[in-house]
């Protein structure tokens, strides 16, 4: 399908590639299933999670809640920056309770 004589932009890994030796949370994983007696074959499958450039958990979850918030951090100090120098001051009777200033 739309081949046009090229190979696909990536390469999919050999999965002999992935292996859960060195990864302690795997391996210990690993030995928890085997005292019950049990194995999962599909294992190496979550190798790819722990590696180092991929990155940690919380490196994962930080990158994700707050990816956004350096541009967001500088738009809100700019917007309050443009309000400021326009005359901002809010006198629209919006106070609180009966005090007008």
Not at 2 to 23: D, L, R
Not at 50 to 73: I, Q, S, V
């Amino acid at each position: 399908m739309g081949g046009h004589g090229h190979e696909p932009p990536y390469k999919v890994p050999h999965y002999s590639q992935f292996q859960t030796k060195g990864i302690p949370q795997l391996e210990e994983l690993e030995q928890a299933l085997a005292k019950k007696g049990l194995r999962d074959p599909w294992i190496r499958n979550e190798a790819w999670r722990y590696h180092p450039g991929f990155g940690t958990r919380g490196l994962r979850a930080r990158k994700l809640f707050f990816r956004g918030f350096p541009l967001g951090l500088a738009l809100t100090v700019a917007t309050v920056a443009i309000t400021e120098l326009a005359g901002g001051k809010d006198d629209h009777g919006h106070g609180h309770g009966d005090e007008h200033h």
